[in-house]
């Protein structure tokens, strides 16, 4: 269990720093018909992901997992309604993977402001990511693209 929290934190790691040079999230293309997938993200990602499917069973695996772990569960049930943080992260996701949605949440520096979260508390949500990902078999090449293009909201999110 502890080499694989070791991995979990060199793959955080690496991916804040492949990520931090990635450019900001595409903005719609001109026909409004697909959103545009982060840099760095396959143009089906989302399929592979299970479309919008596949995304939601895995962001409720995501807190699944995030409500086991101690050292982060009380953040989520204490500020916040827990069903709209996984509708808000699914959108969110499915943005990033090229879903045609419309994120309706607040920008990630407002909704974490006054939270403090630490980069300890930031890593265990990756690991429960990469723990979502096992639960619901979305291959690892996969998911890395995906928690590679969230990595750079580690800006945003930690405050302390």
Known sequence: M??????????ASAM????AAQPALAAQDPTGSKQTT??????DALEKFGGEAGVHNWVEALFYYI?????????????????????LNTQLEQMVLGGAVQYEGASMSAAHA?????????????????????????PYSVCNQLIAALAPFERSIVTR
Do not use: W
């Not at 502890?2 to 793959?11: D, G, P, R």
């Not at 804040?16 to 990520?19: G, M, N, S, T």
């Not at 409500?67 to 509708?87: C, P, S, T, W, Y």
């Open 67 to 87: 409500m086991l772990d101690n050292r982060i569960n009380k953040i989520f049930i204490e500020h916040g309604n827990v069903a709209r943080q996984i509708a």
């Open 2 to 11: 502890k080499s694989l929290k070791v991995i979990t934190q060199i793959a």
């Open 114 to 138: 006054d939270l403090g979260i630490t980069l300890t508390q930031f890593n265990a949500v990756v690991e429960a990511a990469y723990n979502a990902c096992e639960r619901v078999n979305t």
């Open 16 to 19: 804040l720093l492949f990520a």
């Open 38 to 43: 982060y840099p760095g993200i396959s143009s």
